[in-house]
T-cell receptor
Framework: DVKVTQSSRYLVKRTGEKVFLECVQDMDHENMFWYRQDPGLGLRLIYFSYDVKMKEKGDIPEGYSVSREKKERFSLILESASTNQTSMYLC??????????????FGPGTRLLVL | AQKITQTQPGMFVQEKEAVTLDCTYDTSDPSYGLFWYKQPSSGEMIFLIYQGSYDQQNATEGRYSLNFQKARKSANLVISASQLGDSAMYFCAMREDALNTGFQKLVFGTGTRLLVSP
C-alpha cells in the first residue's frame, strides 16, 4: 500500500514564525503535491514537484515555498506565517506519466493554526 | 475560472438508500479524467472511482458508480445501499492535459458533505 505521511497532524504557530511542513512517501512516486483545504473552497494546489529539485507553482503559491532534496520527501515552507494561512494542508503523491488511471495518494493532513 | 462544480454543500440519506452526488465540469481538452475522492473526518483523502473521457461505459467500483454524461459535462457519483460509514466529504476532481504532461495535476470541486442516518 502507498503510504504518505505528514510530520504533524496539528500545529500551532505564531504570526511571523517560519513553518516547515514535511511530507514523505514510500512508493517511489515522481510527483508530489501540496494543497490547502478551506471550507467552501475545496482543495487548492499550492506547489507541486515532478522530480528532485524541480518545482512548479500551483494556483496559490504566494506566501509559500517548497523544497525537494530527495525523491521521497517534499517540504512546504511558510517563510513568515500569517493568520490567513490557518488551514488544513494536504500532501499527495502520484506516478509521473500520461497513463490515464493514475490516482493521487494523500497523507492524513496537517491542521495549522496561526495565532 | 473554476472548472469543477459541486452544487450540493450537504446531502442527507437514510441507511440502505441510494444517493447521487452531483458534479459538473468544464474543459476544452478532449482528453481528461474524472475522479471522486472520499474524505472522512480523519482527514485523509481516499480514491473511490475514475472515469476517462474516452471510456465507453460508466465506471463502477463496488457500491460506487459514476453516471457520466459527456454531452452535459456531468460526472455524478452514485452510492448504492448507503452505510453509516459513508458519512464523509466527497470531492470530484478532474485531470486535464492527460496526453501532454506527466504531472497528473488535479482540479478539485468544493465538495459535498454526506450524512447517512440510521
Amino acid at each position: 500500500d502507498v503510504k504518505v505521511t505528514q510530520s504533524s497532524r496539528y500545529l500551532v504557530k505564531r504570526t511571523g514564525e517560519k513553518v516547515f511542513l514535511e511530507c514523505v512517501q514510500d512508493m517511489d512516486h515522481e510527483n508530489m503535491f501540496w494543497y490547502r483545504q478551506d471550507p467552501g473552497l475545496g482543495l487548492r494546489l499550492i506547489y507541486f514537484s515532478y522530480d528532485v529539485k524541480m518545482k512548479e507553482k500551483g494556483d496559490i503559491p504566494e506566501g509559500y515555498s517548497v523544497s525537494r532534496e530527495k525523491k521521497e520527501r517534499f517540504s512546504l515552507i511558510l517563510e513568515s506565517a500569517s493568520t490567513n494561512q490557518t488551514s488544513m494542508y494536504l500532501c499527495a503523491s502520484s506516478l509521473y506519466g500520461t497513463a490515464p488511471r493514475v490516482s493521487q495518494y494523500f497523507g492524513p493532513g496537517t491542521r495549522l493554526l496561526v495565532l | 475560472a473554476q472548472k469543477i462544480t459541486q452544487t450540493q454543500p450537504g446531502m442527507f440519506v437514510q441507511e440502505k438508500e441510494a444517493v447521487t452526488l452531483d458534479c459538473t465540469y468544464d474543459t476544452s481538452d478532449p482528453s481528461y479524467g474524472l475522479f471522486w475522492y472520499k474524505q472522512p473526518s480523519s482527514g485523509e483523502m481516499i480514491f473511490l472511482i475514475y472515469q476517462g473521457s474516452y471510456d465507453q461505459q460508466n465506471a463502477t467500483e463496488g457500491r460506487y458508480s459514476l453516471n457520466f454524461q459527456k454531452a452535459r459535462k456531468s460526472a455524478n457519483l452514485v452510492i448504492s445501499a448507503s452505510q453509516l460509514g459513508d458519512s464523509a466529504m466527497y470531492f470530484c476532481a478532474m485531470r486535464e492535459d492527460a496526453l501532454n504532461t506527466g504531472f497528473q495535476k488535479l482540479v478539485f470541486g468544493t465538495g459535498t458533505r454526506l450524512l447517512v442516518s440510521p
